[in-house]
Every structure is written in structure tokens, then in C-alpha cells.
């Protein structure tokens, strides 16, 4: 293999040294363009004997299916459907239908066979719900069941709820991903509550290869902006003055989502699209208390001037 590589990545013509070639796939042929000389006969095409022009065309004539997706941890991703009707619209026979059920029930039980796969089928379910509650892209999805089926694997989901694992599998993924989501806005679509699922994320990153960066309060200014419909430019000024603090190293060991809270209170007032305490801190999930003392504490450190009325 490695000799043919080298020579196609070699190939000149014999004749005048050029390097420009041209592969003709309708006659299978590689030809020189500045003396006509055919360097090689009987090329081999393999793409589709097809063509299209367009791309509605070419996903018309494509035979491939759609791509398999990791939510579905089955082998086989194929489904036998319930309806009573063939192809063409037409009422099954009783001996067709009865011949159905019994491919049906049997496809089932060859798609979960292992106790692992049994779980991660339930685990996808669990994934499926919490990502509709908090709205998390596919690549979220993705991860999050890929660090569950590590989990898994390494026997940490055994004597533990699969609710509380994939939870912490989902926080793990957000902050691998650095989408902002906090282990309270997590665990509260959760039977198991927040204690639970922090037990389970300390024992993901204690046992497993999973590695997660610092939380970043940066990351959480963007979504509390929207939030409170605030301009870019506010938003801007919250980032600058969180860099800040990162600077100085104000930020250490505080939770990030109050002092993005605290950093867009502080640029509203300075900015004049006045947010109160009280929307900031719903915005950001923390209490007003959070957002006081942290806006005291950056405007202190960093010297920031504020207008003396404050909501």
C-alpha cells in the first residue's frame, strides 16, 4: 500500500516531466495535458456511476441512509413498524400480520441482549428527557451519553440511579463544551436532587478519564444578556470587566454564574439599560444576596464608578 501511495503522489509523464495530470474516469484514462501522452489506461472509478448538478438531485439519487445516531445505543437502528399496511397502501393478510408480530417481538430482543445494553437504553431515554427540559444541542446529547457509557463500563452506574449518573454525565458534557449550565438548573429536573447528582460528577472526574476545564464566568454572560435583552455592547462591557477581575484574580473559588450576574448588573448601570437586582439575579438563577455582594466587591476591586441611584 505504501508503495502504490508513493507512486501516485510521484506520478509525471514520461515524456515532458508534468506533474498537472488529468483523470479521466469516462475513459479510465491519466493523461498528460501538455504533450497528450497517457500514462495510464483502465483507471478505476470509484465513486457513484451516477451524476447529479444539484443537491436536491444528488439526495435523490444517493442509496445511503441517514448517518447512525450515538443516542441509539442498539446495534441494529432499524424499526419494524406497527401500521397493518405494505408499501403500497394495502390492508395486510391475517397470516401477514401475525407473521409481523412475531419478526417484531423478535427484532426487540435482538437489539438488547446484555445488561449494559439495557441500561444504556434507559439511559437514552433519561438523556432524551432532560435535554428537552434544558434545551441542550445534539453534540451535548452526544457526549454526555458517551461519558455514560464510559461510566459504565469502568461499573460506577452499579448500586446508583441511572437518573443521577446521566445528570452528572450531562454536566460533565456542558463543561467540557463550556455551555452554560449550573448543577442546580441540571438537578432540579431531577428526582435524585443536587446532592446526588454532585456526588455522582465528583466520582466521574475521580474515576474516570473524563477531564473538565474551570468553570469560566465569561461563558454565562452571553445567555443572562439575552435574557434581559440588553445590547451587545453591555454585554461587551460585562465580559471586559470580568476579564478584569480575572486579571487580578478577583474570581478565584466564586461561583460563576453570580459573578456574571454581578457583572452585567454593573454594566446595565453604567451603560442606562437599568436592570434591578432582583431580574439579574432571576436571570442568572442566584439569589439577590449573590448579586450584591459580588457587584460590591468587583466595583471595590476594579474601581469602577457607578451612578449613585442603583436598582
Not at 445590547?231 to 487580578?248: G, H, P
Request: aromatic share 4%.
Amino acid at each position: 500500500m505504501s508503495n502504490n501511495r508513493s507512486k501516485r503522489k510521484t506520478l509525471v509523464c514520461d515524456r515532458c516531466g508534468n506533474t498537472r495530470l488529468i483523470h479521466d474516469y469516462a475513459r479510465g484514462e491519466i493523461i498528460c495535458p501538455v504533450c497528450g501522452n497517457v500514462i495510464s489506461e483502465r483507471a478505476i472509478d470509484r465513486g457513484p456511476e451516477w451524476r447529479a448538478f444539484t443537491p436536491e438531485e444528488r439526495e435523490k439519487r444517493s442509496r445511503i441512509g441517514m448517518p447512525l445516531d450515538r443516542i441509539t445505543p442498539e446495534s441494529l437502528s432499524t424499526e419494524i413498524d406497527w401500521k397493518s399496511k405494505d408499501a403500497a397502501g394495502r390492508e395486510l393478510s391475517l397470516k401477514r400480520k401475525i407473521e409481523m408480530l412475531r419478526l417484531r417481538k423478535w427484532h426487540l430482543r435482538t437489539r438488547i441482549q446484555s445488561s449494559i445494553e439495557r441500561n444504556l437504553a434507559q439511559a437514552a431515554i433519561e438523556l432524551e428527557r432532560l435535554s428537552s427540559h434544558l434545551g441542550l444541542p445534539k453534540v451535548i446529547k452526544d457526549r454526555a451519553l458517551e461519558i455514560y457509557r464510559i461510566a459504565l463500563e469502568t461499573g460506577l452506574v452499579r448500586g446508583r440511579s441511572i437518573e443521577s449518573v446521566m445528570a452528572a454525565a450531562i454536566y460533565a458534557a456542558c463543561r467540557e463544551r463550556r455551555l452554560p449550565r449550573t448543577l442546580d438548573e441540571i438537578s432540579r429536573y431531577t428526582r435524585a436532587g443536587r446532592k446526588d447528582v454532585a456526588r455522582c460528577y465528583r466520582l466521574l472526574i475521580r474515576e474516570t478519564p473524563v477531564k473538565v476545564p474551570l468553570p469560566n464566568a465569561i461563558d454565562f454572560v452571553p445567555r443572562i444578556g439575552e435574557t434581559l435583552k440588553l445590547s451587545t455592547r453591555t454585554i461587551r462591557e460585562a465580559i471586559n470587566i470580568l476579564r478584569e477581575a480575572q486579571k487580578l484574580g478577583i474570581t478565584a473559588g466564586k461561583d460563576p454564574a453570580g459573578l456574571a450576574a454581578a457583572a452585567i448588573y454593573i454594566a446595565s448601570l453604567r451603560s442606562g439599560e437599568v436592570r434591578t437586582q432582583k431580574e439579574v439575579a432571576q436571570a442568572a438563577q442566584v439569589t439577590e444576596v449573590t448579586v450584591r455582594n459580588r457587584y460590591k466587591e468587583l466595583a471595590k476591586k476594579l474601581k469602577i464608578p457607578l451612578p449613585l441611584r442603583q436598582g
